[in-house]
């Protein structure tokens, strides 16, 4: 008996759950269906929006710098659908307003440039690229003040700046090469009186164990009234080499002996130490150095110095510092 009723509630409870189911999914279709409607009823409202868009100066005269300019953003104040407003603001963007001074005037012979440009023909041709046709409010400044002087350029040395390590038994070998290693410093006459070098950013490596080439910027700053490189970007060459450290036997000279004695040195040797690259190890040779001896009054002791060396060796230091001397008849 129990069996058959527990049989009998079973189809009854499975009825119940579906139509649970059915109600919850209606309810839920009937609330997506209602913001939906509430969603474009709303969107096809108008709504008045305000919007601030950059301002980006292109294609300034070759002859001319761009000094001063009244304002670097605009308000803009747009009425229409909330629909193509959600749109401009979080999909498109509002981009920046280019402004093209190619069709500037142009006068060789007067310093400076001042001009005003009514800025709402521009927004109006600027909002009907996005779909704008007629929807814009008000307009915040309504005019552009710019300032145009003559451009001046001289060329200045490059000077590199370099924070470098290098792993153990490498050097820089030789000198840094910089191409080009002139530029020319563009902008107003005072502007480039004052710039004697050109100063790119620093370079920072560590732990060099090969030669780099890299390329460092030298318009560090792109703001307004600051002079500016051509070209704005140089060729850095790091030579890098393994060294290692060498030892030769040269003779002691001595440039001005005693007059009318025979001076006998003891040791009338030196040993010459140095670091050299792996390349320019087998050129090594104890006839590329000079050893002079030099008489010090103040311990009647010959002190030594190495006068002649091969430009690519490094850290040269003599064994002894300083010698003893024999007077011979």
């Not at 001074?101 to 690229?129: G, V």
């Not at 480039?192 to 318009?219: C, F, G, M």
């Not at 393994?242 to 030892?247: I, L």
């Not at 050893?291 to 002894?320: C, F, G, M, Q, W």
């Amino acid at each position: 008996m129990k069996a058959d009723s527990a049989n009998r509630d079973r189809p009854e409870r499975k009825f119940s759950d579906a139509r649970l189911r059915y109600q919850f999914f209606l309810f839920l279709f009937c609330l997506v269906a209602s913001i939906s409607f509430w969603l474009l009823i709303k969107l096809s409202n108008e709504y008045t929006v305000s919007f601030r868009i950059p301002i980006k100066i292109v294609n300034v005269p070759k002859n001319r710098i761009l000094t001063g300019i009244s304002d670097s953003t605009l308000q803009i104040t747009l009425k229409a659908t909330g629909y193509k407003l959600i749109v401009l603001k979080y999909i498109d963007h509002p981009k920046p307003l280019f402004i093209d001074l190619s069709n500037s005037k142009k006068s060789e012979n007067i310093d400076e440039i001042n001009s005003d440009m009514q800025l709402m023909p521009l927004i109006r041709r600027y909002s009907a690229t996005l779909g704008f046709i007629n929807e814009v409010r008000t307009l915040h400044p309504e005019q552009l003040s710019l300032k145009m002087n003559r451009l001046y350029r001289k060329s200045v040395p490059v000077k590199l700046t370099a924070d470098i390590s290098f792993a153990p038994q490498y050097l820089q070998f030789e000198p840094s090469l910089i191409k080009p290693s002139y530029v020319s410093v563009c902008g107003t006459r005072a502007m480039i009186d004052s710039v004697q070098v050109a100063q790119p950013e620093v370079i920072k490596i560590r732990n060099l164990t090969e030669s780099v080439v890299t390329y460092v910027h030298l318009n560090s700053n792109t703001q307004l009234n600051k002079p500016y490189f051509l070209p704005s970007t140089v060729q850095v060459t790091i030579p890098v080499q393994k060294f290692t450290e060498e030892s030769v036997e040269v003779t002691i000279k001595l440039p001005d002996p005693l007059p009318g004695k025979n001076i006998k040195l003891f040791p009338d040797k030196a040993i010459v130490s140095c670091i050299v690259s792996m390349k320019d190890y087998k050129k090594l040779d104890s006839r590329l150095f000079t050893v002079n001896a030099e008489l010090s009054k103040s311990d009647n002791l010959y002190h030594l110095t190495v006068t002649t060396s091969p430009d690519y060796v490094r850290n040269i230091k003599v064994t002894p510092e300083k010698v003893e001397y024999l007077v011979l008849r």
